[in-house]
């Protein structure tokens, strides 16, 4: 059975039907783009356009919104005003080509290592921004509290939800590699994570540790040689 004519005005009409059709920045805005059309008198074709551009930029600024909340990655971080003297081996070249994110498309790991206190998670959380700003599932947090909450997760049987929740995203962010020793239980839940996310997603490891010295945080040796063979195959290290 077809729908009966409406009996409204067409502007009435319209006003109601974009609500139904989820279209609720056109809905919003809808005044202002006609007033805008009056004005300039587009083309039927090009005022259509304007129309649908306007909801589908609405669209993806609110779709970055949720991706940057969820990222946990905090305020907007910048690198302007990163002092780069001061780290000599950094060249700010190879960082402005990270910040494209090729290397999360490419699906390669980034491992950042340094002494305390040298930029390395300003260096990450800005990529991790970049990698939001550019439509990429992003999730930042410290190593150890990372594997809590996953470990955690087992004891209510939400275990599958919060691996997901960090296995899946296309970056991963693992901030303070080594600041702390793990246990087994976050040492097995590292090695899983790794293993899930091996050549199908990238992660960015920050650590005060080079990879020779991680068994001093891991509990087996042969655990993190495992662990450490994964994450630098085919990876960019930085040494700040």
């Not at 991706?67 to 005003?81: C, F, I, M, Q």
């Not at 040298?118 to 930042?140: E, M, N, Q």
Request: glycine residues 4%; contains cysteine.
């Amino acid at each position: 059975m077809s729908r009966k004519p409406s009996p409204l005005d067409p502007l009435e009409a319209i006003r109601a039907l974009l609500p139904r059709l989820n279209l609720t920045t056109v809905a919003l805005r809808l005044d202002d783009l006609l007033r805008a059309a009056e004005t300039e008198r587009p083309a039927y074709s090009a005022f259509l356009q304007q129309v649908l551009e306007a909801e589908e930029s609405a669209r993806w600024e609110r779709m970055l919104e949720r991706r940057r909340r969820r990222s946990r990655l905090g305020a907007p971080v910048t690198l302007e005003g990163f002092n780069w003297a001061a780290r000599p081996d950094l060249k700010p070249s190879v960082i402005k080509e990270l910040l494209t994110c090729r290397f999360v498309e490419e699906r390669r790991n980034l491992i950042l290592v340094g002494r305390p206190s040298t930029g390395k998670t300003t260096v990450a959380r800005a990529i991790g921004h970049a990698a939001c700003g550019l439509g990429r599932s992003v999730y930042y947090g410290t190593m150890a509290d990372t594997l809590e909450s996953v470990h955690a997760a087992c004891l209510d049987h939400t275990f599958q939800r919060a691996f997901r929740r960090v296995a899946q995203p296309e970056l991963l962010i693992l901030d303070d590699a080594g600041f702390s020793e793990l246990g087994r239980d976050a040492a097995h839940e590292l090695f899983r994570l790794v293993c899930a996310r091996h050549r199908q997603r990238s992660t960015i490891i920050v650590s005060n540790l080079p990879f020779r010295k991680w068994g001093e945080f891991l509990p087996s040796p042969a655990q993190a040689v495992a662990i450490a063979d994964r994450l630098i195959e085919d990876a960019t290290i930085l040494r700040f």
